[in-house]
């Protein structure tokens, strides 16, 4: 069992930056693949970005490459996610997931956190 805890969630202004930080704990942590979906009112969630926790590879959409970056400490359990140049597109409840299965064009994560705001103004 691994929980999730995101924080750095926020309001913004365009063009500015945000940091999302996710924590993992568990009793027995093994591995765990790490990354982000965000789901904005009225739309399906959608992934953001992972990566491997052993490999260090990363994975982004499209809508967010060469704006985000994804970073991870293993010793400490964190993820970060690094948001800049934000648009007001990038609005949503950003949602920190998990899954000892590698990242995938059909990753589903096993474990979620509780999610966390991020506003972008125009």
């Known amino acids: 069992q691994v929980q999730l805890v995101e924080s750095g969630g926020g309001l913004v202004q365009a063009g500015g930056s945000l940091r999302l930080s996710c924590a993992a704990s568990?009793?027995?942590?093994?591995?765990?693949?790490m990354g982000w979906f965000r789901q904005a009112p009225g739309k399906e969630r959608e992934f953001v970005a992972a990566?491997?926790?052993?490999?260090?590879?990363?994975y982004y959409s499209d809508s967010v490459k060469g704006r985000f970056t994804i970073s991870k400490d293993n010793a400490k359990r964190t993820v970060w996610l690094q948001m800049n140049s934000l648009e007001p597109e990038d609005t949503a409840v950003y949602y920190c997931?998990?899954?000892?299965?590698?990242?995938?064009?059909?990753?589903?994560?096993?474990?979620w956190g509780q999610g966390t705001q991020v506003t972008v103004s125009s």
């Open positions: 990566i491997r926790w052993n490999l260090g590879s990363t």
């Open positions: 997931a998990a899954d000892p299965l590698p990242p995938s064009v059909r990753w589903a994560p096993g474990y």
């Open positions: 568990g009793r027995t942590f093994i591995p765990y693949n």
